[in-house]
């Protein structure tokens, strides 16, 4: 149980362009869905939260107009990278939380996105 | 700034011995403790929660944590090869509710050689 998928697993696009990037929880419903970002070796960084039916709450420093979240339903959450640029290059990674264990994230397998 | 502190390593240890991770936090109103294991190239698949102090086993792996020294770490007994990862420790800093965020240390990279 708890297995969140993400697609798509990797995308290369040119700058300018916007990606979506889906977040599911396949056998749960999940009450909160995360998405971080990670660079090469280092850890990883919270971008935002995002509650059904409810606005994301993005962290300082990340641009929300750049970051677009849709949380339409209890299992999809969408981020879209808009007028995506080379530095927005990374691995991003989403994790949900479930009803009956509210403080376990299970993460998805991540996308990797590479502006070009 | 709410911190959580590993040592980045490498962490290399010889196959069936003890691997020893450690971890420290900054907040000292955590409550919530999390290991995860993240391959190179994948994403973090969580491997223990301790939220008490004290130990915590499962399987081959055991969690202990020490709240007034705000201190967390993961034993891997019987290391194998296929434990060769980098160990991220996770703390939950959220005000409750449905806000559950975590912190993640930078990890450490364990390498267990055959």
């Known amino acids: 149980g708890a297995v969140v998928s993400q697609h798509p697993s990797w995308v290369i696009c040119k700058s300018g362009t916007s990606v979506k990037i889906e977040c599911r929880s396949l056998?749960?419903?999940?009450?909160?869905m995360f998405w971080y970002r990670q660079f090469p070796k280092q850890s990883l960084m919270l971008m935002a939260t995002?509650?059904?039916?409810?606005?994301?709450?993005?962290e300082q420093g990340v641009e929300k107009d750049k970051f677009l979240i849709n949380h339409a339903s209890l299992t999809l959450s969408t981020l879209t990278v808009t007028s995506a640029h080379p530095e927005d290059s990374s691995f991003y990674i989403c994790s949900a939380i479930g009803m009956t264990s509210q403080e376990t994230q299970y993460f998805g397998p991540g996308t990797r996105l590479l502006v070009l | 700034q709410k911190e959580v502190e590993q040592n980045s390593g490498p962490l290399s240890v010889p196959e069936g011995a003890i691997a020893s991770l450690n971890c420290t936090y900054s907040d000292r109103g955590s409550q919530s403790f999390f290991w995860y294991r993240q391959y190179s190239g994948k994403s973090p698949e969580l491997i223990m929660s301790?939220?008490?102090?004290g130990d915590k086993e499962d399987g081959r792996f055991t969690a202990q944590l020490n709240k007034a020294s705000q201190y967390v770490s993961l034993l891997i007994r019987d290391s194998q090869p296929s434990d060769s990862a980098t160990y991220l420790c996770a703390v939950n800093n959220g005000s409750g509710g449905s806000n559950y965020k975590l912190t993640f240390g930078k990890g450490t990279l364990l390498t267990v050689n055959p």
């Open positions: 301790i939220y008490s102090n």
């Open positions: 995002s509650n059904e039916g409810s606005k994301a709450t993005y």
């Open positions: 056998d749960f419903q999940a009450t909160t």
